[in-house]
């Protein structure tokens, strides 16, 4: 393990002084990621916000090419689109707060800065980028001829809020674990492919025998996917959704993440 500089903190400092100092930081480092992972130009930019329509072009060509009819409503797009949204964006949330040790950690040398400046930062780019994603592919959608009327706004964007949180959370658990052994960066790269067939982007969990359900009822991302279906479809009625088990279990990894981070802020 590297040792790094602590941040420099003066006895005096007062909260507010404190808080500004960090809220300068964050800027800095937003800035900073925003031009790392975009660019100065815009093909950049575009790259990363269209590379979601290729994650639904692969959920879409695995059900056409297993001969598949929608499962609800008409459309096995739209069907598709609700399962890849909220994958998205918790895939997104979790590997980008997962590297952020691994991109900016030449910044803990500078004084000031610290490790938990870095992950809120990173965490503030990826609801901006979030934002950018679902509004995209909606629109998309939308000007290519589909329906996109959602039956419950609220909780369809509740549940997509839940599952970016979810990816903040699992993130920062094994995005601070690297610091003191890389193969936790491994462990959370692998949770992508696992998350893509276990979480009910190509099926409903209410279809599945019951040994099954009653084990991908305690996965999160799951429980999400099947949620966001449940408001944007008004004609469907889950059995399986229980919007309980996310928020218990996203609560709990994100105090688990935070204490992690305030012992690694001691030892880095």
Wanted: aromatic content about 14%; overall charge positive; hydrophobic content about 50%.
């Amino acid at each position: 393990m590297t040792n790094t500089p602590r941040p420099t903190r003066f006895a005096g400092e007062s909260w507010r002084t404190a808080s500004a100092m960090h809220a300068r930081v964050v800027g800095a480092v937003i800035m900073r990621d925003l031009q790392t992972r975009f660019g100065t130009g815009y093909f950049g930019f575009l790259l990363g916000l269209i590379m979601p329509l290729g994650h639904l072009t692969i959920a879409l060509s695995i059900l056409t090419a297993l001969g598949r009819a929608a499962p609800i409503g008409t459309s096995l797009t739209l069907f598709a689109m609700t399962g890849v949204l909220p994958f998205i964006l918790w895939l997104y949330a979790h590997r980008q707060v997962l590297i952020t040790l691994q991109q900016n950690r030449s910044l803990l040398y500078f004084p000031g800065v610290d490790i938990f400046d870095l992950f809120a930062a990173r965490s503030i780019v990826e609801v901006a980028s979030g934002t950018l994603i679902t509004t995209i592919l909606l629109f998309a959608l939308s000007i290519t001829g589909f329906d996109t009327t959602i039956g419950n706004p609220t909780g369809f964007f509740y549940n997509l809020i839940t599952a970016w949180t979810l990816g903040i959370s699992t993130g920062l658990i094994f995005g601070s674990l690297t610091t003191v052994s890389y193969p936790f960066a491994v462990m959370g790269n692998l949770m992508g492919p696992l998350f893509w067939v276990s979480s009910g982007i190509i099926y409903l969990p209410d279809n599945l025998p019951e040994k099954i359900r009653n084990i991908l009822f305690y996965l999160p991302l799951c429980q999400i996917i099947d949620g966001t279906r449940s408001t944007f479809f008004s004609g469907y009625e889950s059995g399986f959704y229980n919007e309980n088990i996310p928020i218990i279990l996203i609560s709990l990894f994100l105090a688990l993440g935070m204490f992690i981070l305030k012992i690694m802020r001691r030892i880095t």
